[in-house]
């Protein structure tokens, strides 16, 4: 098994929701990361999980929150997100080694209204 | 800090035609180098890799190789499809151990015609 999934596919919600987005693999590995694309951009880093420790936090607002429940699951807790916030959520993982070759979730669409 | 630059299209070709996307990179020490493929509407998916100088990596018809010297990993591939049509990152990570995020390219979107 190769592959990393998340759900929900497509998420809308308000400003004042509270929801989250789901992350899980099966591949052993040992990192997980939650990176945030715009259209027509690349993805940028936001956190990054390793043995199930968040080891990176690339200054990302307090209304994003990571969870990693255990080395095969990774969440992320919206609340209060801003308009600006709409964009692809794509969760990776890898092995955590010095080749860090990362596998990509189809990721979740996600609009602020 | 870390960075990739490459061309940022879109690039457009007829099918068959031979593929060039240039990518060059700033990284100390020695960074492992991918190449990452997204089509319209998904995640992205890994195309091929290098881990050290003078490494090819190759998958699906596509190339490329470690250039230390010029510090570049240029995308080939010699004969284009239709379906090749989707935007190419170019990306690294650094070496050293543990985990990493990537460095990611702009991107180039690439458009293949019949």
């Known amino acids: 098994d190769t592959e990393v999934t998340q759900t929900p596919k497509h998420l809308v919600m308000g400003m004042t929701n509270k929801k989250s987005l789901k992350c899980e693999q099966h591949m052993g590995h040992r990192a997980m990361y939650w990176y945030k694309q715009k259209a027509k951009k690349p993805p940028e880093l936001m956190f990054v999980?390793?043995?199930?420790?968040?080891?990176i936090n690339e200054s990302v607002p307090s209304r994003f929150s990571p969870e990693c429940p255990n080395s095969s699951l990774l969440n992320l807790h919206l609340h209060a997100l801003q308009p600006e916030d709409s964009a692809l959520y794509l969760c990776?993982?890898?092995?955590?080694?010095?080749?860090?070759?990362?596998?990509f979730g189809p990721g979740t669409r996600l609009t602020v209204l | 800090g870390d960075s990739v630059t490459q061309m940022e299209g879109p690039v457009t070709l007829s099918e068959e035609a031979f593929l060039t996307i240039n990518c060059t990179y700033t990284a100390t020490g020695y960074p492992s180098l991918f190449w990452y493929v997204q089509y319209p509407g998904e995640g992205l998916q890994l195309l091929l890799k290098?881990?050290?100088?003078?490494d090819k990596g190759s998958n699906k018809g596509f190339e490329a190789t470690y250039r230390k010297e010029t510090t570049s990993f240029h995308l080939e591939k010699g004969s284009v499809q239709v379906s090749d049509s989707a935007v190419y990152f170019c990306a690294l990570t650094r070496s050293g151990g543990g985990a990493d995020g990537l460095t990611f390219g702009k991107g180039t979107h690439l458009i293949i015609q019949p």
């Open positions: 990776a993982s890898s092995q955590g080694t010095s080749i860090n070759e990362q596998f």
């Open positions: 999980y390793s043995y199930e420790k968040l080891s």
């Open positions: 290098a881990t050290k100088a003078d």
